[in-house]
């Protein structure tokens, strides 16, 4: 069992940056980031192995970068000119390996909610 706690989330304007951290309370293959926007399903925003291949949605990607520190299990997710449209709830999930990321992630946070004013 892993468990995972968001954190980073809050207001920022459009143009600006958040920096989401999610510490995992043990070591997990691949960990990623999903939102939920209202009204939405939830979706990924990316993922990312403990070889660093790297997987993100075609919405955020040159905007968004994520990372992580394997020797803190934490993962990060840093976003850039971001927009009213990232609005969301962010949540932090981990998986066994990147065929989960599409198809259904092991373990998931509480979120944390990110509202971006235009």
């Known amino acids: 069992q892993v468990q995972l706690a968001e954190s980073g989330g809050g207001l920022a304007q459009a143009g600006g940056s958040l920096r989401l951290s999610c510490a995992a309370s043990?070591?997990?293959?691949?960990m990623g980031w999903y939102r939920q926007a209202p009204e939405e399903q939830r979706e990924l925003v990316a993922a990312?192995?403990?070889?660093?291949?790297?997987k993100y949605s075609k919405t955020v990607m040159g905007r968004f970068t994520i990372s992580r520190d394997e020797a803190k299990n934490t993962v990060y997710l840093q976003m850039d000119s971001l927009k009213p449209e990232d609005t969301g709830v962010y949540y932090c999930?981990?998986?066994?390996?990147?065929?989960?990321?599409?198809?259904?992630?092991?373990?998931w946070g509480k979120g944390t909610l990110v509202t971006v004013s235009s």
């Open positions: 990312i192995s403990d070889g660093g291949t790297t």
């Open positions: 999930a981990a998986a066994s390996s990147m065929a989960r990321v599409a198809g259904g992630m092991d373990y």
């Open positions: 043990g070591k997990a293959p691949v």
